[in-house]
């Protein structure tokens, strides 16, 4: 697959995907989002792969916004619009039925933060920034900030921050949960394979049934998740792989998973 602004390899059963806009700091334009939307679908239909790992070129950037210069050219009904396309993609990576790691490699702002909420783990370079700057434009976060930041760490925070436009730091990200762990720059890439690795090594049915029920606490009370909860857990005791893992466990060997 070969894309304008995206960079695409793959390393045993881990996709690596990177957004290639290092001149304008990996800035999400409508092309990188066309982009972005394709690649995942693919991905999603490649059995190869396990687990994605998506991150910025360059030391600079996760990616640092949306791009201004079509921005700054919505009315209301292409604002609907502009906003809806990218509430599609990252909807699409949120419900990804494998495991997406944001590995962000410096800022963080805008759609970028708003990208890096729509994965299922966030990884950060020491150095990275992470905000919701919008209102300094005179509008509010349009692909999902305003609602998934709430969810993740609290109203009140979620209200400072989208409210005063300010960046904070990797270290008080990690403090209020927006990030799960902080690595040097030069180990970022290599910490967030070393996790997709262990991820991709399990029963990878085990893997998108957890999964599943992780992203249905989006859209369903506590009551209801537990029942689905169950009926999952229900259809993983039904796998060979439950079987296996079982098995090794009480026969004290690494066990041999067929994703059946």
Do not use: W
Request: charged residues 25%; negative net charge; contains cysteine.
């Amino acid at each position: 697959m070969n894309f304008k602004n995206l960079l695409y390899n793959t390393e045993e059963k881990i996709g690596l995907i990177t957004i290639n806009r290092p001149s304008k700091l990996n800035a999400l334009n409508s092309e990188t989002l066309d982009e972005l939307q394709t690649l995942f679908e693919n991905v999603e239909k490649d059995n190869s792969i396990n687990v994605v790992i998506i991150t910025g070129a360059g030391d600079k950037a996760f990616v640092a916004g949306a791009d201004i210069n079509e921005l700054r050219e919505c009315n209301y009904e292409s604002g609907i619009s502009f906003s809806e396309k990218g509430q599609n993609v990252f909807n699409l990576i949120e419900n990804f039925d494998k495991p997406v790691i944001a590995a962000v490699n410096g800022f963080a702002l805008g759609g970028g933060c708003e990208l890096a909420l729509a994965c299922h783990i966030r990884l950060a370079s020491a150095n990275s920034k992470f905000g919701q700057p919008e209102v300094n434009l005179g509008i509010i976060p349009g692909y999902g900030g305003t609602q998934r930041l709430s969810r993740m760490i609290n109203t009140g925070r979620a209200a400072e921050y989208i409210l005063t436009g300010d960046m904070i730091s990797a270290e008080e990200a990690l403090n209020i949960g927006l990030v799960n762990k902080i690595f040097t720059n030069e180990n970022l890439i290599d910490e967030a394979k070393k996790m997709a690795n262990r991820i991709a090594e399990k029963g990878q049915i085990a893997i998108r049934l957890a999964l599943k029920s992780i992203q249905s606490t989006n859209n369903i009370s506590q009551i209801e998740g537990l029942k689905f909860e169950t009926k999952l857990f229900a259809e993983c005791c039904n796998t060979a792989d439950f079987k296996e893992g079982t098995s090794a466990f009480l026969e004290k060997r690494k066990p041999n998973f067929k994703n059946k």
